[in-house]
């Protein structure tokens, strides 16, 4: 076999490497990005709410919020003080 003919095999074998390992890339990368997107979908986000420390109870937190700044009516149940249940 001559020189050329080897750089070009040698050439086809890097292509497919390179393809064969973008394509398990891209697969791992969607394998790990799932959970992270799936934990993430049913979760609220609130911004402007200022923390508290470490200790915080984030319920108390977000009720007091919920209560003072937009005005919603919440009420306690006989878990917690600050347990969360919207009136309607």
Not at 47 to 70: A, H, M, N, P
Not at 78 to 86: D, P, Q
Request: net charge negative.
């Amino acid at each position: 076999m001559s020189l050329t003919k080897l750089n070009a095999v040698d050439e086809k074998v890097k292509e497919n490497c390179e393809k064969t390992c973008k394509a398990q890339y891209k697969t791992l990368e969607d394998k790990l990005l799932y959970p992270k997107a799936y934990s993430r979908r049913e979760n609220l986000r609130f911004y402007g709410i200022q923390e508290e420390g470490e200790q915080e109870d984030s319920l108390c937190v977000l009720t007091s919020f919920l209560e003072s700044k937009l005005q919603v009516e919440t009420i306690a149940t006989s878990n917690s003080s600050c347990s969360l249940s919207l009136l309607r």
